[in-house]
């Protein structure tokens, strides 16, 4: 499924996310930047041993915010950038989950663009290992996409949701069809 907003697209797909073609993938890391299981582990290691490296080279990110590095081994694949966006821990929603998810987000977008990418790709960011709840995470990610479009960005044109599981995909369809 697919909607324009402004001149982006916003479109959503099944699948692993080391297999989208984009000019950029986002990773859901670790305020740490360590690695670790999930969509992180998948990106960690389609990029190769150097991505951990560049990783610590940073030293970590604020919880809510993003960085971004080469993506080495990704490069093969027409992957310029991986951004690590660093959401939230499910704390139970009255601990700004819902502010520090759309950041994660907003910070993603923003190095996209003004690193000239024209697609981005992202996954489902802490609704695996980070238990936010998908129910409240899919619009907050579709609003914030949305919304990012509406702002005219400079390059970018494409915004993919790579989703892991048919229920992702169902969640996040429902929420790009309301959005407005
Ligand atoms: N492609 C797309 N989506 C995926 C993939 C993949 N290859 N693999 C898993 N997902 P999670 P979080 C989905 O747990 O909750 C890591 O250890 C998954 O089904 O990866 O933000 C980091 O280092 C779910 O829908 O991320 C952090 O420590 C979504 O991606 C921590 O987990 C997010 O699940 C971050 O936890």
Redesign the pocket.
């Given at each position: 499924m697919e909607r324009r907003f402004a001149d982006v697209v916003i479109e959503l797909a099944l699948?692993?996310?080391?297999r989208v073609q984009a000019d950029a993938i986002v990773t859901?890391?670790?305020s740490g930047l360590?690695?670790?299981?999930?969509?992180?582990?998948?990106v960690h290691r389609a990029a190769g041993p150097q991505l951990l490296k560049a990783c610590r080279a940073i030293g970590g990110c604020d919880t809510g915010s993003a960085v971004i590095t080469q993506a080495y081994e990704l490069e093969e694949r027409g992957v310029a950038y991986v951004i690590h966006a660093v959401?939230p821990v499910w704390r139970g929603g009255s601990s700004g989950e819902a502010e520090l998810l759309k950041g994660a987000y907003s910070k993603s977008l923003e190095l996209a663009d003004t690193h000239e990418c024209t697609s981005v790709a992202f996954?489902?960011?802490?609704?695996?290992?980070?238990?936010?709840p998908l129910e409240q995470a899919a619009p907050i990610a579709v609003h914030e996409a949305a919304t990012f479009a509406g702002q005219r960005p400079k390059h970018l044109k494409r915004i993919i949701f790579?989703?892991?599981?048919e229920k992702?995909l169902g969640v996040f369809s429902s929420a790009l069809e309301a959005e407005r």
């Open positions: 699948g692993d996310i080391t859901a890391a670790n360590r690695g670790g299981g999930g969509v992180d582990g998948a959401g996954p489902s960011i802490s609704t695996g290992v980070y238990h936010f790579s989703l892991f599981d992702t």
